[in-house]
Protein backbone atom coordinates (compact mmCIF):
# COMPACT_ATOMS: atom_id res chain seq x y z
CA UNK A 1 0.00 0.00 0.00
CA UNK A 2 1.34 3.15 -0.83
CA UNK A 3 2.26 6.05 1.25
CA UNK A 4 -0.92 7.89 2.39
CA UNK A 5 -1.06 11.80 2.07
CA UNK A 6 -2.66 14.43 4.28
CA UNK A 7 -5.00 16.77 2.69
CA UNK A 8 -2.40 19.99 2.74
CA UNK A 9 0.41 17.40 1.16
CA UNK A 10 -1.78 16.49 -1.90
CA UNK A 11 -2.39 20.20 -2.37
CA UNK A 12 1.02 20.71 -2.58
CA UNK A 13 1.91 18.20 -4.69
CA UNK A 14 -0.79 19.03 -7.21
CA UNK A 15 0.14 22.91 -7.55
CA UNK A 16 3.38 21.18 -8.35
CA UNK A 17 2.17 19.66 -11.37
CA UNK A 18 2.76 21.78 -14.76
CA UNK A 19 0.56 22.09 -17.90
CA UNK A 20 3.72 22.42 -20.52
CA UNK A 21 7.40 22.51 -20.94
CA UNK A 22 6.60 19.03 -19.03
CA UNK A 23 10.10 16.35 -18.33
CA UNK A 24 8.25 14.13 -20.93
CA UNK A 25 7.63 16.85 -23.66
CA UNK A 26 11.01 18.59 -23.01
CA UNK A 27 12.95 14.57 -23.74
CA UNK A 28 10.23 14.04 -26.61
CA UNK A 29 11.09 17.94 -28.24
CA UNK A 30 14.82 17.70 -27.77
CA UNK A 31 14.89 14.17 -29.43
CA UNK A 32 12.98 15.10 -32.09
CA UNK A 33 15.07 18.68 -32.51
CA UNK A 34 18.26 16.68 -32.31
CA UNK A 35 16.82 14.57 -35.65
CA UNK A 36 16.12 17.80 -37.42
CA UNK A 37 12.93 17.41 -37.04
CA UNK A 38 11.34 21.43 -36.28
CA UNK A 39 7.96 21.75 -34.79
CA UNK A 40 6.21 24.17 -32.74
CA UNK A 41 5.59 24.17 -28.64
CA UNK A 42 1.96 24.28 -27.17
CA UNK A 43 0.74 25.26 -30.35
CA UNK A 44 -2.09 27.51 -29.77
CA UNK A 45 -3.74 28.29 -33.33
CA UNK A 46 -5.24 24.46 -33.32
CA UNK A 47 -7.72 23.08 -30.76
CA UNK A 48 -6.18 21.16 -28.20
CA UNK A 49 -2.96 23.19 -28.15
CA UNK A 50 -0.61 19.91 -29.08
CA UNK A 51 2.47 19.91 -27.29
CA UNK A 52 4.46 19.75 -30.18
CA UNK A 53 3.07 20.93 -33.33
CA UNK A 54 4.85 19.76 -36.83
CA UNK A 55 3.01 22.33 -38.76
CA UNK A 56 4.80 21.66 -41.62
CA UNK A 57 3.54 18.29 -41.87
CA UNK A 58 0.03 18.84 -39.98
CA UNK A 59 1.49 16.26 -37.16
CA UNK A 60 -0.14 17.09 -33.73
CA UNK A 61 1.61 15.26 -30.85
CA UNK A 62 0.44 15.24 -27.35
CA UNK A 63 2.79 14.03 -24.70
CA UNK A 64 -0.06 12.26 -22.03
CA UNK A 65 0.45 11.92 -18.21
CA UNK A 66 -0.50 8.44 -17.24
CA UNK A 67 -2.64 9.48 -14.43
CA UNK A 68 -4.29 12.62 -16.32
CA UNK A 69 -5.18 10.40 -19.34
CA UNK A 70 -6.36 7.15 -18.07
CA UNK A 71 -3.55 5.05 -18.86
CA UNK A 72 -4.77 1.80 -18.37
CA UNK A 73 -8.16 2.68 -17.36
CA UNK A 74 -9.92 -0.03 -16.58
CA UNK A 75 -7.52 -0.88 -14.04
CA UNK A 76 -6.50 2.40 -12.57
CA UNK A 77 -9.95 3.25 -12.32
CA UNK A 78 -11.08 0.67 -9.53
CA UNK A 79 -7.73 2.00 -7.54
CA UNK A 80 -8.25 5.36 -7.91
CA UNK A 81 -12.17 5.37 -7.23
CA UNK A 82 -10.68 3.63 -3.32
CA UNK A 83 -8.42 6.38 -2.91
CA UNK A 84 -8.69 9.80 -1.76
CA UNK A 85 -11.51 12.01 -3.44
CA UNK A 86 -12.07 9.20 -5.76
CA UNK A 87 -15.61 10.23 -7.63
CA UNK A 88 -13.84 13.61 -8.47
CA UNK A 89 -11.03 12.33 -10.04
CA UNK A 90 -12.42 9.21 -11.90
CA UNK A 91 -14.80 12.39 -13.05
CA UNK A 92 -11.82 14.34 -14.15
CA UNK A 93 -10.17 11.39 -16.08
CA UNK A 94 -12.83 10.46 -17.63
CA UNK A 95 -13.53 14.14 -18.46
CA UNK A 96 -9.93 14.31 -20.07
CA UNK A 97 -10.44 11.08 -22.16
CA UNK A 98 -13.47 11.98 -23.84
CA UNK A 99 -12.09 15.81 -24.37
CA UNK A 100 -9.22 13.69 -26.03
CA UNK A 101 -10.98 11.87 -28.62
CA UNK A 102 -12.85 14.65 -29.68
CA UNK A 103 -10.13 17.30 -30.22
CA UNK A 104 -8.56 14.04 -31.80
CA UNK A 105 -11.35 14.14 -34.19
CA UNK A 106 -11.67 17.28 -34.69
CA UNK A 107 -8.12 17.68 -35.59
CA UNK A 108 -8.41 14.62 -37.94
CA UNK A 109 -11.24 16.31 -40.19
CA UNK A 110 -9.03 19.64 -40.20
CA UNK A 111 -5.89 17.17 -41.74
CA UNK A 112 -3.99 17.69 -39.03
CA UNK A 113 -2.50 13.54 -37.84
CA UNK A 114 -2.56 13.12 -34.47
CA UNK A 115 -0.14 11.21 -32.19
CA UNK A 116 -0.21 10.22 -28.60
CA UNK A 117 3.12 8.90 -26.48
CA UNK A 118 2.28 7.93 -23.17
CA UNK A 119 5.16 9.76 -20.75
CA UNK A 120 6.61 5.89 -19.63
CA UNK A 121 7.01 5.59 -23.40
CA UNK A 122 8.65 9.00 -23.60
CA UNK A 123 10.86 7.87 -20.72
CA UNK A 124 11.74 4.98 -21.63
CA UNK A 125 11.56 4.07 -25.54
CA UNK A 126 12.20 7.25 -26.50
CA UNK A 127 13.72 6.63 -29.88
CA UNK A 128 10.80 4.18 -30.76
CA UNK A 129 8.37 7.75 -30.31
CA UNK A 130 11.04 9.33 -32.72
CA UNK A 131 11.20 6.79 -34.98
CA UNK A 132 6.53 6.75 -34.89
CA UNK A 133 6.98 10.71 -35.78
CA UNK A 134 9.66 10.19 -38.34
CA UNK A 135 7.35 7.37 -40.57
CA UNK A 136 4.65 9.60 -40.05
CA UNK A 137 6.64 12.24 -41.94
CA UNK A 138 7.47 9.74 -44.28
CA UNK A 139 3.86 8.58 -45.09
CA UNK A 140 2.87 12.17 -45.53
CA UNK A 141 5.67 12.73 -47.75
CA UNK A 142 4.83 10.14 -49.65
CA UNK A 143 1.40 10.92 -50.35
CA UNK A 144 2.14 13.81 -51.30
Known amino acids: MGDVLTK ?7 QHIRGQDTRIEV ?5 LWHEGIRYRK ?15 YKIAIFCDGEFFHGYDWDEQRLRIQKGNNGKFWVDKIEKNMARDVRNDQALEMMGWTVLHF ?3 DIKNKTEDCVRAVKDKIFDIKAND
Open 42 to 56: NYKDILGKPDIAITK
Open 118 to 120: WGK
Open 8 to 14: EQRRKNM
Open 27 to 31: ILRKA
